[in-house]
């Protein structure tokens, strides 16, 4: 494998694991969104509804995050299939590959934020 094909066989896995932590979210989400249904259904004012309002949020908050996620693994492959990937999109500088190790889907340097 060449450095190019390295790079996009890294991103396709870590999409895949994006792709995957976005629909175990979205199960629990929607297992919760059951619950809570029905335990609204029983009593307004039960305390175990608001438990899973506070817990519904918190999980509606990962799932955001998961998503936001996947979106940037998708945009870094296509940014790959144009030769863009690692090059900053503020300054248009080449992003270090320290910085991308640790953010694989960085679109801008670090001095860039
Ligand atoms: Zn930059």
Redesign the pocket.
Known sequence: MNEQEELRAGLAEARRRAAERVAKREDGLRALTRARRSASDDDEHDPEGETLSAQWSLRAGLLADARETLRQADAALERLGRGEYGI??????P?PPAQLEVRPFRE??????
Do not use: Q, T
């Open positions: 900053c999109r503020v300054c248009g500088g992003i801008s340097c670090v001095a860039c934020g």
